[in-house]
Nanobody, 121 residues
């Protein structure tokens, strides 16, 4: 397991779209991972945005449901966050979080450095 790396952040007009990517690849193919997106507004705690497990089951925070879509490639090395109909409240640093819970030898919690998304209103 390696540290996730986010990309795709930048500036966008309100109502526009951005697509974030999270790349994290390890040599241990048998490790089971859940990948989450979190975001942090200035002066606030990190908050959960969306998550996807190895099978493809997805979860969304109420604040982004219907606007954001999480997905992953077939190898599960890259996780995407498609963000549509962005508004100023979506301005934040977005972090990729990969959690390994099983098997025991794989257990770990890894965070990316974050990518800035700025929405102008």
């Amino acid at each position: 397991q390696v540290q996730p790396v986010e990309s795709g952040g930048g500036s966008v007009q309100a109502g526009g779209s951005r697509r974030l990517s999270c790349i994290s690849s390890g040599r241990r193919s048998f490790c089971r991972a859940v990948t989450n997106w979190y975001r942090q507004h200035p002066g606030s705690e990190r908050e959960f945005v969306s998550g996807i497990d190895r099978i493809g089951t997805t979860t969304y925070a109420d604040s982004v449901k219907g606007r954001f879509t999480i997905s992953q490639d077939d190898a599960r090395n890259t996780v995407y966050l498609q963000m549509d109909n962005l508004n100023a409240e979506d301005t934040a640093i977005y972090y990729c979080n990969r959690v390994y819970a099983a098997p025991p030898s794989c257990r770990g919690n890894y965070w990316g450095q974050g990518t800035q998304v700025t929405v102008s209103s």
